[in-house]
């Protein structure tokens, strides 16, 4: 990869952009790239001591994907009876709901990609439908993860259809006067391909006339050019609908700190982790996400009011705005003529993640509730049948009110009961242990807490009003773990004492304090495997135990590093030419600002002028006191260079694809002015490596 100046090879890291907002639930765009598929990949193990092991009353598991992977505990499997007892698993509403107006599934279990690689695999999860309770899987998760198999074409109602378990998200198709409506078109292009291909197979093949993006998460939009023609989307012949602010927010909600999220995404969506009871087993939402083509077709329709109502093709629909919830931009539908409420993600089988732990923006809980209660009087007063881009419909105007409100109410409370404790003094670093879940909703399962767990969302809404700080001077300005580490050990007496007490309070089965413990360890001797090993067997159990699968993913993903490394695997390339070309020419000058070295522009200051004719877009970029800025709508007659190159000659620059000396040879490139602090600050930026240690001794 080429400098943007020179041919010397200094990577701007563009390519480290991805992040899943899956939230995927991303989910944003570039977290796709680090999802990796088939097991076979994902163990590259370093070099370690040759210390021995830790003994532990866990057994090795002889079927485990790691050599060093223990059972579950006798502690582990006492918990997970006890929570088969209590949890009302009589209920069985949610697998009626689940199955209903099934059509037919597809022979395959597998969709290839068009790089070679397996875009997504349901068959690999086949594991979870034995009829076998899993002592390493919470049972409420693995319930969840049981009606996430759903796999196929269903009916929602009449001429609305839904294709379920071809990716993180479900694709939703409305039958038009002339053709389909299309609902969220997945992550990837040969999944959402591979659903209209079934989708017509079954039910009569016609063209798509419109397709809606629900919100600004790449699981909704990415797979787009899958079902439709950028062409007939420019002559007006195909509609692409969108909640006003959703280019923006698609491209830019995670672009600052990418490289960052996609490393934390490893985690929370254990894309390292094996399809295994031991490993990855669900993602609340859905499987996983499809490791396919990404792409994006921008919206010629955008709905801005709060609610807007429109008929196309001979569809009647309301658009509801929900700004700031589950997305910075999404919206709801209704269909008045069908009583059908399209929820988007704001509901779903699941309490949602206030803050999703491969890293964003807190969300507002209480915007979340409104949205949710204005939804619920405006339209579910009505609704007979009630679906979304995730889990399952609900049906019956009893039932959707009922999940309608249970989840207002639960976001409400999460904001107002934890604002409630704060105002008592309880600290983000207890909050998590102090809020409690009313008893009203334990027993609901469209109340769990499977995408965003009750112990990290409850500390995110201290966070939102409160930010980080306990209030604490000790903890204001703390020294680095790693730094104060060694302290830590050499009071407790040395590694070895740390190792017998942790190795004691593991076999007493006293997990979170034995991690206390035994993690400083870690951080102060990060090259000690048996401590290593021993935190990871710590993980382990914690890990089995969590219903949230991206809690679980986190624990066993840090088990997996520090047993092995950090592992490899080849991973799909998720950033292409609609990615880079959506991106503004200010968000990526911020992002080339985050790239800078600061340590080499040290003393050194710079302006020049970018100048866009074809866009009509003017930046001062400047460089003084180790910042880069620009600002964009102003020329500086002062200014040490201009250059002058048109929006469309500088996007094969943002790819990477050219540098700018060569766009100046070829003429369509012009510098004034003196060009050796362009090239100086252009050969101080520098690589995100994705591979940087989370957990120490890792790489």
């Given at each position: ?10 990577p701007l890291g563009l390519q480290c952009l991805f992040t899943l907002n899956l939230e995927l639930h991303i989910m944003t765009i570039w977290k796709l790239a680090a999802l990796l598929v088939g097991a076979s990949l994902l163990i590259a193990c370093n070099e370690t001591t040759n210390e021995p092991s830790v003994t532990s009353t866990a057994k090795l598991a002889p079927d485990h994907f790691h050599p060093k992977g223990k059972a579950p505990s006798e502690f582990t499997k006492h918990k997970q009876a006890a929570l088969r007892q209590s949890l009302p698993f009589t209920d069985q509403r949610d697998f009626d709901e689940q199955s209903k107006g099934f059509i037919a599934r597809p022979e395959y279990s597998e ?589």
């Amino acid at each position: 990869m080429s400098n943007l100046w020179t041919d010397r090879e200094v990577p701007l890291g563009l390519q480290c952009l991805f992040t899943l907002n899956l939230e995927l639930h991303i989910m944003t765009i570039w977290k796709l790239a680090a999802l990796l598929v088939g097991a076979s990949l994902l163990i590259a193990c370093n070099e370690t001591t040759n210390e021995p092991s830790v003994t532990s009353t866990a057994k090795l598991a002889p079927d485990h994907f790691h050599p060093k992977g223990k059972a579950p505990s006798e502690f582990t499997k006492h918990k997970q009876a006890a929570l088969r007892q209590s949890l009302p698993f009589t209920d069985q509403r949610d697998f009626d709901e689940q199955s209903k107006g099934f059509i037919a599934r597809p022979e395959y279990s597998e969709i290839m990609a068009e790089a070679g690689q397996i875009a997504w695999s349901m068959g690999k999860y086949n594991f979870l439908l034995n009829d076998e309770d899993f002592d390493s899987i919470h049972p409420s998760l693995q319930r969840q993860a049981i009606l996430n198999m759903n796999y196929g074409l269903y009916e929602v109602t009449n001429g609305i259809y839904q294709v379920r378990g071809f990716d993180l998200a479900n694709i939703s198709f409305i039958k038009g006067d002339t053709g389909w409506i299309v609902f969220d078109p997945l992550t990837a292009e040969e999944t959402a391909r591979a659903a209209l291909t079934l989708v017509n197979e079954k039910l009569g093949e016609r063209p798509v006339v419109a397709v809606i993006y629900s919100h600004s998460h790449a699981d909704h939009f990415g797979g787009v050019r899958g079902i439709i023609d950028e062409a007939d989307v420019k002559s007006g012949k195909v509609k692409v609908i969108a909640p006003e602010g959703f280019m923006h927010h698609a491209i830019a909600e995670n672009v600052h700190a990418g490289n960052a999220m996609t490393r934390r995404l490893f985690y929370q969506y254990g894309v390292l982790l094996p399809a295994s009871p031991y490993g990855h087993v669900d993602q609340s939402i859905g499987k996983n996400v499809a490791a396919g083509t990404i792409g994006l077709i921008a919206p010629n329709v955008t709905i801005s009011e709060p609610t807007k109502a429109m008929t196309i093709d001979g569809i009647n629909m309301v658009f509801q705005n929900t700004p700031g919830t589950e997305a910075p931009a999404e919206m709801n539908t209704w269909f008045p003529d069908k009583k059908a409420f399209w929820a988007a993600e704001n509901i779903t089988g699941t309490i949602h993640n206030i803050y999703t732990l491969r890293g964003a923006l807190v969300r507002d809980a209480l915007a979340w509730s409104k949205y949710i209660n204005i939804a619920l009087y405006e339209f579910g007063q009505d609704a007979e049948v009630m679906f979304a881009s995730h889990s399952w419909p609900r049906w019956g105007n009893e039932r959707i009110q009922e999940v309608m409100r249970g989840q207002r109410d639960m976001y409400a409370h999460l904001n107002n009961q934890v604002l409630h404790l704060a105002n008592q003094g309880v600290t983000i670093n207890q909050m998590h242990n102090e809020y409690k879940v009313p008893q009203s909703q334990e027993n609901q399962w469209y109340a769990r807490g499977y995408h965003g767990s009750f112990e990290h969302n409850s500390r995110a809404v201290v966070n939102r009003y409160l930010g980080y700080w306990d209030a604490n001077p000790a903890t204001l300005i703390p020294s680095n773990p790693e730094d104060s580490a060694p302290l830590y050990v050499d009071m407790m007496g040395g590694a070895q004492k740390i190792i017998n007490k942790g190795q004691s309070l593991f076999n007493a089965g006293e997990y979170k304090l034995a991690q206390e413990i035994v993690n400083k360890l870690v951080y102060a001797e990060p090259k000690n495997q048996v401590a290593k090993d021993l935190l990871a067997d710590i993980f382990e159990q914690i890990g089995y135990q969590q219903e949230s699968p991206s809690v679980r993913n986190s624990f066993l993903a840090a088990a997996l590093e520090l047993r092995s490394g950090i592992p490899k695997g080849v991973s799909p390339k998720s950033t292409g030419p609609d990615i880079i070309r959506a991106m503004s020419t200010e968000l990526w000058l911020e992002y080339i600002a985050i790239l800078m070295n600061a340590d080499d522009m040290e003393g050194i200051t710079y302006r020049f002028n970018l100048i866009q004719p074809d866009i009509q877009e003017n930046f001062v970029v400047e460089l003084s006191n180790g910042a880069l800025t620009a600002i964009k709508g102003f020329t500086d007659p002062k200014a040490d260079l201009t250059l002058t190159i048109n929006r469309v000659d500088l996007e094969p620059v943002m790819m990477q694809q050219k540098n700018l000396r060569e766009q100046v040879v070829a003429g369509k490139a012009s510098v004034e002015g003196d060009a050796d602090g362009l090239r100086k600050l252009l050969t101080s930026i520098k690589p995100f490596e994705i591979d940087f240690e989370i957990m120490p001794g890792t790489k």
